[in-house]
């Protein structure tokens, strides 16, 4: 090849082969296929469950610490440390981190955008997911991101050189190429059948928490449709609700109460509450003991349940969304730092922890550096 020709070549860019086919119509906001807002008002904020599996998720891998490494070494100091430890104005780090994992366990995506200043990044904030639609550019891989609010359109656009603006966090989603799978959204039909029985108890202690009867006619007598009309409101207004509960009732005209019983299967509705809360909690993967619904027996007591639910759950989350994070801004650092999770200092898993320091420590083949470096601890000296 001459000279010449390699001047004017077009340069090679590593791409997959089938990544135009992804994006059809390059340039053109994509919605996300899910309404956040019915997972985040019906989930989240109506149903205790879900409520409660967000928290206890959101709130234990908030409270893992990250450090910061360059080459092997901790640096405490580190630019990235602060800015992790303050991302921005209104949010501690850990407050910061809570929130990011709320987000992707209610809508399966998460955003961060940077904000940089003389080439420095200087701020993290948060996104609402909502708000959010990704544009799909020509190589099927999101090319800007458009924010709106009340109607007013910002796309953030992003860059090929140094740090992008935006970080998309998304959970897996086997049938969508660039959105999340919520776990609120996979146990949508137990949150409502859950939320159904919590109606449905409401409303028995709005009725005395008694089955309704019915008022038969004796003989062939019928009523008119006002005289029924009226019975009716009669009954609405004063003999329903709690307030109302035992209030003798008065008849005439040849009408007779007839109680209308249920049979015990089916009032034991308590049951179903308890399966639909037990499919929750296996959605997010939080063990039902930990959160106090009942017949479940997986397993023996709380410590193995917690030791099981930090290892299951909380522990890929974070480490996941570490690796996300630090191989997004390490671009913006000259000396390539990393962001590694620290799992010494969870409680829960002392027990795993111990029982490695056992093994390494009774290892005889291997030196004190050997040891210490198995551990992910710094050589002496």
């Given at each position: 090849m001459s000279r010449l020709t390699r001047l004017f070549r077009v340069p090679e860019r590593k791409a997959s082969r089938v990544a135009s086919l992804i994006a059809l119509e390059p340039g053109r906001p994509r919605w996300t296929p899910r309404d956040y807002g019915a997972l985040a008002r019906e989930g989240y904020a109506a149903n205790p469950v879900v409520h409660r599996c967000?928290?206890?998720?959101?709130?234990?891998?908030a409270s893992v610490l990250?450090?910061?490494?360059?080459?092997?070494?901790?640096?405490?100091?580190?630019?990235?440390?602060?800015?992790?430890?303050?991302?921005?104005?209104?949010?501690s780090g850990q407050g910061f981190r809570e929130t990011l994992h709320a987000f992707q366990l209610v809508a399966g995506n998460a955003y961060?955008?940077?904000?940089?200043?003389?080439?420095?990044?200087?701020?993290?904030?948060?996104?609402?997911?909502?708000?959010?639609k990704v544009v799909p550019g020509p190589d099927g891989w999101p090319a800007a991101f458009?924010?709106?609010?009340?109607?007013?359109?910002?796309?953030?656009?992003?860059?090929?050189?140094?740090?992008?603006?935006?970080?998309?966090?998304?959970?897996?989603?086997?049938?969508d190429d660039h959105y999340g799978l919520a776990p609120a959204e996979a146990a949508a039909k137990a949150i409502d059948i859950?939320?159904?029985?919590?109606?449905?108890?409401?409303?028995?202690?709005?009725?005395?928490?008694?089955?309704?009867?019915?008022?038969v006619c004796a003989g062939e007598a019928s009523l008119s449709e006002s005289q029924f009309e009226r019975l009716?409101?009669?009954?609405?207004?004063?003999?329903?609700?709690?307030m109302n509960a035992g209030r003798p009732l008065l008849l005439e005209g040849g009408l007779s109460w007839q109680p209308l019983s249920l049979s015990p299967k089916d009032m034991d509705f308590l049951e179903a509450k308890n399966a639909a809360a037990r499919d929750i909690a296996l959605a997010f993967g939080v063990p039902p003991m930990l959160l106090g619904i009942p017949g479940d027996n997986t397993y023996s007591n709380y410590v193995e349940a917690n030791r099981a639910f930090w290892r299951a759950c909380?522990?890929?989350?974070?480490?996941?969304?570490?690796?996300?994070?630090?191989?997004?801004?390490?671009?913006?650092?000259?000396?390539?730092?990393r962001i590694v999770v620290d799992l010494d200092e969870v409680p829960a898993l002392a027990s795993d922890r111990e029982a490695l320091w056992r093994r390494i420590g009774s290892a005889t083949f291997?030196?004190?550096?050997?040891?210490?470096?198995?551990?992910?601890?710094?050589?002496?000296?």
């Open positions: 967000v928290r206890l998720i959101a709130e234990a891998a990250w450090r910061v490494y360059v080459g092997g070494r901790e640096v405490p100091d580190h630019a990235l440390a602060q800015l992790l430890a303050r991302p921005n104005p209104r949010q961060v955008e940077s904000v940089a200043a003389s080439g420095t990044v200087r701020e993290l904030h948060l996104l609402r997911p909502d708000r959010i458009d924010y709106t609010v009340n109607g007013t359109t910002l796309r953030l656009q992003q860059s090929e050189d140094g740090i992008a603006p935006v970080l998309h966090l998304a959970l897996f989603h086997p049938l859950h939320n159904a029985a919590l109606g449905w108890n409401k409303a028995l202690l709005d009725n005395a928490a008694r089955p309704s009867g019915a008022l009716k409101a009669e009954l609405e207004t004063g003999f329903s609700g709690p909380v522990v890929p989350l974070v480490t996941r969304t570490a690796e996300s994070l630090s191989a997004w801004l390490q671009p913006a650092f000259d000396d390539a730092p291997l030196s004190d550096d050997e040891k210490r470096e198995a551990l992910g601890w710094e050589k002496r000296g």
